[in-house]
């Protein structure tokens, strides 16, 4: 009941393309309320309009990035049984445990959405703050549990196997995962930095446009305020990523730097700069530790190359954002004030996308690193493909829709944006 | 009762609330679709902002029943996901459109959106119904008679309720008589469609009907009834609201203890103990969390007609 070469990789390019989609939707899901809930508290402290306004924009946005997140996330809770039935199968003891967490999550999220977006002259002003809190909190909660489905899915603990056959099964052990804390940590943190980046850079334009409007300035410092403390502690905690991809996925380390031969003082490489011994010391802590090559795996059960192109670009953005933090925190507190010189703006409108590409290069680096493995070690992507075919219409149809609603969402999202841009009072 | 059959009614019970809240949702879209005369506008406004605060809230039950299925039932989630691939694929395909459609035409996007919201939300409930038909029959046929029949009534019963629903929800006269209106022909499709499924329906579906469930159905059904035609409008929402959920039970029996026929039942599909153990409490937490916060949003939204 094998699926054919072809259809399975239809079937790795409908769930690769959905999650890529989804992600985008669900991280702003995850972040916009943080924002859209500390502009309500400053204008229900200070009265100023501006954060009125942000609050009421940023909820829109919230509404309108959480509809299409839930609806395209619910498309994956089906399309891992209409495409990789065997993965459900069999991982399906381990992670509908995380998995029924994430919909509690998600549950909350809903309903306090719904109570929070129609809720502003129902619910006393402390109420409906908490509705908001809640709603962020909730957010938060849901991507932690669904990347302890995805920490399994490259580390997986919590049973033996005998002969390939899975026995022992502790579900509890299963949420353990060394994965677990830095890909919870490293994806929340991109999800507010994406976020909190593109928000900045379109204030960040809107005072290009409208020098020392106070909308822009209010929402540009507390896009700031989200995103220069993610971007600074990304790196790091992609430092506690790579030494546990060193550990347990050996062969995922050396597509991502495309190490051919193994070698002691391994060099890394920031784009086409080589930092000699880099990528030892990054991974081991050790300047000269060996490093094992592509050479040592089986050609078959290599990654594609594409895995090394993810990691450079996003190390490269990931670097670029942390050291544009650095500068913005440096001018912000010399100064005493939020910089608006137009070379500053220029920069953080020119970054404001760094932050979702690199969540997608990231994304790509740990899903397409994993294979040939759906489950790391334990079940191979083509074995848990569906025998059902021709996968191409459904491929094709679900290509066609998300590109449509791509497209529908990014003109929502100009229209707003030029509204903003265009009607802010000085 | 084991675990497994505890675990497997409560995504029975998700199922029914799911049929009664979000199928009212799809529901008012059927009305969209059929908004006409001097108050169509008015009729599609009054849908719109029905749905708003609570469609999300109340489509997460579909995701509760999904996450339970692959968690406790993985055999049957992948079951379901080989045999089902059209009619889910063309289901999730119409979940996607009416929700992101929904969203746009709130937001000031072209009429086109209000278009594809009202077709896809009139085509989900279809499909979703034809993949319940299809895991009641022992060929897993999910076209011919019987499942277009269920597709159908899926429809109906979303249609039902939402007008019910409705009349609860404006203060507006001639909009409730509107719904009113509405509310009683789909009452008599429904009838009509329950007929045609249990005429269409395979050898012994009609002998494993439980006698009591279906008495207490035709009760409720009569007694909504009479509670539309009487203009006791909020009676009449909680006495359509119970009738859907008996129907879903009712099916339920039949089904009981079979996940999909022929040969996957509840304790054939169940996932390890450690698994059944793990998931009760957390759905218990999960309950105590959720449902008093979806009482809260039901009661600050639909506690009064507007």
Known sequence: ?426 | MSAADLLAGAMLAGLAIYAVTGGADFGGGVWDLLARGPRAEEQRRLIARALAPVWEANHVWLVFVVVVLFSAFPPAFAALGIRFHAPLTAALVGIVLRGSAFMFRSYGGAPAWGRLFAVASAATPFFLGLVLAGITVESGAWLGVFPLAVGALAVALGAYLAAVYLTAETGDPALRADFRRRAAAAWLALAALAALALIAAPDGFVRRLHPAIVALTALLAAAALIALIRGRYQAARALAAAQGAAIVAGWGAIQYPTLIAPDLTIARAAAPDPTLRLLLPAIAIGGAIVLPSLYWLMRVFKSRPE
């Open chain 1, 1 to 426: 009941m094998a699926a054919a070469p072809h259809e399975v990789l239809f079937a790795r390019g409908q769930m690769a393309y959905s999650l890529g989609f989804h992600i985008v939707f669900a991280a702003i899901g995850i972040a916009m309320p943080l924002l859209m809930v500390g502009a309500e508290i400053l204008w229900r402290r200070s009265h100023r309009p501006e954060y009125l306004e942000l609050a009421r924009r940023w909820a829109k946005g919230t509404a309108i990035f959480f509809a299409i997140g839930a609806v395209s996330g619910t498309v994956l809770s089906f399309e891992l049984g209409l495409l990789f039935p065997r993965f459900m199968e069999l991982a399906g003891p381990f992670v509908g445990m995380p998995f029924s967490l994430e919909g509690i999550a998600f549950f909350t999220e809903a309903i306090f959405l719904g109570l929070y977006l129609y809720g502003w002259d129902r619910l006393a002003p402390r109420l409906h703050i908490a509705c908001g809190a809640v709603v962020a909190l909730s957010g938060a909660l849901s991507a932690v549990f669904v990347t302890l489905v995805n920490a399994w899915m490259n580390a997986p603990r919590g049973f033996t196997l005998e002969n390939g056959q899975i026995r022992g099964v502790d579900p509890a052990l299963a949420l353990g995962s060394p994965f677990a804390l830095h890909e919870i940590a490293h994806g929340l943190l991109a999800a507010y930095m994406a976020t909190a980046m593109a928000v900045a850079a379109i204030h960040a334009f809107g005072l290009l446009r409208k020098p020392g409007a106070a909308l822009h300035a209010a929402a540009l410092r507390l896009a700031l305020a989200v995103a220069i403390p993610c971007a600074l502690a990304q790196p790091l905690v992609g430092h506690a990523a790579g030494h546990a991809v060193a550990e347990h996925q050996p062969l995922k380390l050396a597509a991502m730097e495309g190490l051919e031969h193994t070698q002691a003082g391994a060099p890394a490489h920031l784009g086409p700069v080589p930092v000699p011994h880099g990528l030892s010391l990054l991974a081991y802590g050790d300047p000269d530790a060996v490093v094992r090559g592509l050479e040592e795996f089986p050609a078959a059960d290599r990654p594609h190359p594409v895995v090394h192109l993810g990691f450079q670009v996003m190390v490269l953005l990931g670097t670029g954002a942390a050291l544009w933090a650095s500068l913005t925190l440096l001018l912000w507190l010399r100064r005493r004030r939020l910089p608006q010189d137009r070379r500053w703006l220029w920069l953080t409108v020119a970054l404001g996308p760094a932050g979702v590409i690199a969540m997608e290069a990231g994304w790509i680096v740990t899903e397409v690193g994993r294979q040939p493995w759906a489950i790391y070690g334990v079940l191979r992507t083509a074995d848990a493909a569906t025998p059902v075919g021709p996968l191409w219409v459904s491929f094709t149809l679900f290509a066609i829709i998300y590109v449509g609603l791509a497209a529908a969402a990014a003109l929502v999202l100009r229209r707003e944006v030029k509204k903003t841009t265009a009607e802010a009072s000085a």
